[in-house]
C-alpha cells in the first residue's frame, strides 16, 4: 500500500486529505498522512475577521486529528523543515509545548507520494524596516497578534486623550490596497464603532481611530474592473478610512511609514498586505522555483524535477494553457486537491491535465457589502456589489465547509454560527 504524504493542512492540503481519505484511505488503496505545524485548521480567507475581532478562530477552526479520524487519514503535528528526495522522507522539527517542554523529538515520515501544500508567506520586497516593525496576516496567531494590539492602542489612545493629550487618537496604516488590505480595513472601521458603543474606548470612532491604506498603483483592487476599483474606494472614504493611491513604501519606522517622496505616516499599528511569496522552504528541497519560490510543476501538478512530488495552491507556479499563471486564491487551491484527488486517489487515476477555472473574485467591504465580478463558463464577466454580492462572499466558506463536512454538517454550523452571533458582543473584546 502506498503512502501519501500531505504537508500543509489549509485551503488545498485539508480538502485533499479529507477527499482521499474518504476514497484512497478507507478503502485500504493507499495510507494518507496530513502534516501541519498547527493542530487546528483556520480558513485564511477570514483571517482579517480574525485580526478585527468579528471571528474567534478557536470556534471556527478544525481539529487536525478529529478531522483525520473520521475521514480515514493520519494527522501528524511538526513543522517540516527539509525533505530527503532520494530517501523520500520528510523531517520534521521537535514539538516543542508552550512551557519549553519537549513534546515529540525530531522525527521523518517516509512517503512515495508527496504534496506539497505549504501555502504563502508575506514578502516585504526588501523594503527597509518592513521585516522589524510591521505586523502580517499570515496566520492566526499574527491576526491574534494585530487584534491584541488594536484593542489595546485604542483603550491607550483614548486614555491619553482623557488626560488631554495633544495629538487626539490612533494612526493604523495598512500597506497595500489588495483584497486581503481592503478586506482589513473596512472590518476594523466597524470594529472601531462597536468598541466605542461597548465603552472600550471613549473615542470618536472615525475621526480618532484613524485607518490609511498605502497602495503603489492607481487603483485599489487592481486585479477588478476599475468601476469597481472606485466604488470600493468611495465605500471605504465615506466609512472614514483614508485611502492613497500612487504611495509606495520606501521604509518602515517604529512608529512612521514613509512613502517614497518622503511622506511620513504616523503609524501605531503597521500591518502589511501588499504581496505573497512561497515560504522559504520551498526554495531548499532542489526542486525549479519561480522568483517567488513557488515550486514548478507540470499540468498534472507533478514537481518538474521530481515525479514523486506534487505542489498545489499558493506555493505551487502552475501554467495553464489559456488562462496563463494561476493566482494565489482559495479557489485554486481548491481546484487543485480536487484535481489531486481524481490523480492520487481513484482506483482508475484521472488521465487529463490540470484546467484552472476563473469564477471570479469577490472581495468583502464589511458586514454588509462587497464588490467583485463573477466569471460565466463562456468567460463572460458580470460585476456585482452591495448586499447580493456580500451574500455570495459569505457562500465562499460555506462551500469550503461543504467540501470538509458535507452539507448537513454545514447546515447545522451555518445556524450555530448565526446563534453565536445573536448571543455574542459583535467584536471580542478580550
Ligand atoms: C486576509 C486574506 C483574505 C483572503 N481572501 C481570499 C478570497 O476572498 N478568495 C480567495 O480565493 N483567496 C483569498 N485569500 C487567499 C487564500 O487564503 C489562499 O490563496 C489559500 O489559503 C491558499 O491555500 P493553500 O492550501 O495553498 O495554503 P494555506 O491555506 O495558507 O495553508 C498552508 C498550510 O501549510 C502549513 N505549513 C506551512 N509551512 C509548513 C511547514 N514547514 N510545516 C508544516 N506545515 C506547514 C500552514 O500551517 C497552513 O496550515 C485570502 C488570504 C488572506 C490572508
Known sequence: METIVIVGGGAGGLELATRLGNSAAKTGRARVVLVDRWPTHFWKPLLHTVASGKHDPQVMAIDYAAQAAEHGFEFARGEVLGVDREARRV????WIADDGAEVLPARSIGYDK??????SVTNFFGVPGAGQHVLTLDDVAQAETFRQRFIDGCIQASARQAAGAQEPGIDIVIVGGGATGVELAAELSHSARALARYNVHAMDPVRHVRIRILERGPLLLPHLHQRLSKRA?????????KVLLDTAVARVDAGA?????GGIYPS???????????????????????????????PSLQALDDANVYAIGDCANVLCPILGKVPPRAQAAHQQALYLAQVLGQASPLDAPFAYRDYG??????????????????????????????LLYSLMYRKHQVALHGVVRMSAQT???WIREKLSPSVRLH
Not at 257 to 261: R, S
Request: aromatic letters at 2%; a positive charge.
Open 114 to 119: 508527496l504534496v506539497l501544500a505549504l501555502g
Open 415 to 417: 445556524v450555530a454560527d
Open 257 to 261: 511609514v514613509i512613502d517614497t517622496d
Open 91 to 94: 523531517a520534521l522539527a521537535p
Open 268 to 298: 501605531a499599528i503597521t500591518l502589511w498586505a501588499a504581496g505573497v511569496q512561497a515560504p522559504a522552504l520551498c526554495a531548499t528541497l532542489g526542486l525549479g522555483t519561480n522568483r517567488l519560490r513557488q515550486i514548478a510543476v507540470g
Open 233 to 241: 474606494a468611495r465605500h471605504l472614504r465615506a466609512l472614514g478610512i
Open 361 to 390: 473574485s469577490l472581495v468583502s467591504l464589511g458586514p454588509l457589502a462587497a464588490v467583485g465580478v463573477l466569471t460565466h463558463s463562456s468567460g463572460r464577466k458580470y460585476a456585482v456589489g452591495g448586499a447580493l454580492a456580500r
